[in-house]
T-cell receptor
Framework: DVKVTQSSRYLVKRTGEKVFLECVQD?????MFWYRQDPGLGLRLIYF???????EKGDIPEGYSVSREKKERFSLILESASTNQTSMYLC????????????????FGPGTRLTVT | AQSVTQLDSQVPVFEEAPVELRCNYS??????LFWYVQYPNQGLQLLLK??????LVKGINGFEAEFNKSQTSFHLRKPSVHISDTAEYFC????????????FGKGTRLHILP
């Protein structure tokens, strides 16, 4: 079974702190994703990475950055946390992502609920 | 512009009754369609997907969905729900010919009544 783990289930940080959310997958997947989930808004893509050191902005990248130094690990960084970044953060990974491969299957981690006070 | 719409934010249904969760998308090009489920305190899990072929797609846990191109819909159905189906369900779409970006609906919370 594919396993996607996130470093914390719950996190409380203060406004202005630098926050690191870590995600690790154990199935040698090429693609990794960071989403935030808010009630009534569904999931919104923050960043995704299709290879080590490669990244693409999603729909809401402002206030976030990412790092992928190793294939299995994808980190989301909040440079200066703000209260409007209080949310559930979900990481996902996928072996293939594209019409050419005919596969679009994401495996999600359990999520990190971040509260910024 | 909204690409995927889940018409109901919450759906209550009695145990062992049938259920339909509605999803409509807005696109005139080819689409790839998905349903994901999120059980309480967990991440999302793929229920089923439509990429091509038969318009009736069967998924895990007894769910199925039908791709209807003329109505631009991909409704999720189950003939008899169980208390363990209590979860939030997300419809998602990838618009073919574009950048492979998956767009999620806002979710439908399924409440199973005893």
């Amino acid at each position: 079974d594919v396993k996607v783990t996130q470093s914390s289930r719950y996190l409380v940080k203060r406004t202005g702190e630098k926050v690191f959310l870590e995600c690790v997958q154990d199935m040698d997947h090429e693609n990794m994703f960071w989403y935030r989930q808010d009630p009534g808004l569904g999931l919104r893509l923050i960043y995704f990475s299709y290879d080590v050191k490669m990244k693409e902005k999603g729909d809401i990248p402002e206030g976030y950055s990412v790092s992928r130094e190793k294939k299995e690990r994808f980190s989301l960084i909040l440079e200066s946390a703000s209260t409007n970044q209080t949310s559930m953060y979900l990481c996902a990974s996928s072996l293939f992502w594209g019409a050419a491969q005919g596969l679009y299957e994401q495996y999600f981690g359990p999520g990190t609920r971040l509260t910024v006070t | 512009a909204q690409s995927v719409t889940q018409l109901d934010s919450q759906v209550p249904v009695f145990e062992e009754a049938p259920v339909e969760l509605r999803c409509n998308y807005s696109s005139s090009v080819s689409v790839y369609l998905f349903w994901y489920v999120q059980y309480p305190n967990q991440g999302l899990q793929l229920l089923l997907k439509y990429l091509s072929g038969s318009t009736l797609v069967k998924g895990i846990n007894g769910f199925e969905a039908e791709f209807n191109k003329s109505q631009t819909s991909f409704h999720l159905r189950k003939p008899s729900v169980h208390i363990s189906d209590t979860a939030e369900y997300f419809c998602a779409v990838i618009l073919g010919g574009r950048d492979d970006k998956i767009i999620f609906g806002k979710g439908t919370r399924l409440h199973i009544l005893p």
